[in-house]
């Protein structure tokens, strides 16, 4: 398995006067005006190596304005991430 860490969400850009260019929510300079659409789902997924078929999914704990980690995998068939300021294991099986 290979295991991905995702955010899947939408967005809603608008043009704004070319005077007028700010940074947006966290300093992110996004060249207009952006909101959500809906909070964004963070998900760890395990996808077959040799298809791509999703296998399983666990959602992310989710908190605005959080970072996310990568992913380690371990040889015992565990894969810790963090999301949220939440530190959390699966089990790959």
């Given amino acids: 398995l290979v295991f991905v860490p995702t955010t899947e ?3 809603i850009f608008t043009k704004t006067d070319a005077d007028r260019v ?3 929510q ?3 300079f ?3 005006g952006a909101a959500w659409a809906a909070p964004p789902v963070r998900a760890v ?8 078929e999703r296998k399983w ?18 040889a015992g068939g565990l894969v810790f991430g963090a999301s949220g300021g939440v530190l959390f294991a699966l089990d790959s099986a």
């Fill in 22 to 24: 700010d940074r947006g």
């Fill in 26 to 28: 966290g300093g992110l």
């Fill in 57 to 74: 999914e666990f959602r992310s704990p989710w908190a605005k304005d959080s970072g996310y980690s990568g992913l380690l995998a371990t």
């Fill in 30 to 32: 996004v060249g207009s």
């Fill in 9 to 11: 969400g939408a967005s």
């Fill in 45 to 52: 997924r395990a996808l077959d190596a040799a298809t791509g």
